[in-house]
């Protein structure tokens, strides 16, 4: 018997289900009301209604939200900074900041230029007070941890 656990944040609630991935069944699931200001705790009250399954058995667990999704629909986001390395890439960019760092992986990792920790705390500090979120993305950087900061 293959476990999974499955767990939804939504705007309202937080779904989790224990499914049997062998038999194609949902053995378990649950529903809480969501928590926006502690977001933490609707998925643990969820993991906590599912436990009389042996957690030893759940060989994986999915994660996922519309909470993202539901913000931009409603009109509710806040001021994003994204900061790039790697170069841009083309098309209009999600964000009201953008910045493009020095730093570059080639597809296989490498490094092609080493970051500059200077010129990333130079831009932090340009936006630290206008905006609230900030979003990392870097080429080819799953294959390479070195920029990661």
């Known amino acids: 018997m293959a476990l999974i656990m499955g767990i939804d944040t939504g705007g309202t609630f937080t779904d989790g289900v224990i499914v049997d991935s062998?038999?194609?069944?949902?053995?378990c699931k649950t529903k809480v009301f969501t928590l926006k200001h502690n977001l933490v705790s609707s998925i643990s009250?969820?993991?906590?209604?599912l436990t009389a399954w042996d957690a030893d058995k759940i060989s994986m667990v999915c994660l996922s939200t519309t909470l993202a999704t539901n913000a931009i629909v409603e009109g509710k986001r806040g001021r994003v900074a994204?900061?790039?390395?790697g170069?841009?890439?083309e098309g209009?960019?999600?964000a009201d900041i953008c910045i493009e760092l020095r730093g570059r992986l080639n597809i296989k990792g490498r490094e092609k230029e080493s970051v500059d920790t200077d010129e990333?705390?130079?831009?932090i500090e340009s936006f630290k007070d206008c905006v609230d979120a900030v979003?990392?993305?870097g080429y080819a950087?799953?294959?390479?941890p070195a920029h990661e900061l």
């Not at 062998?22 to 053995?27: A, D």
């Open 22 to 27: 062998t038999e194609k069944k949902v053995l």
């Open 45 to 49: 009250e969820c993991i906590s209604n």
């Open 82 to 85: 994204l900061l790039l390395t």
């Open 87 to 89: 170069g841009r890439p």
């Open 92 to 94: 209009q960019l999600p």
């Open 120 to 123: 990333v705390l130079r831009s």
């Open 135 to 137: 979003a990392i993305s």
């Open 141 to 144: 950087s799953i294959r390479n």
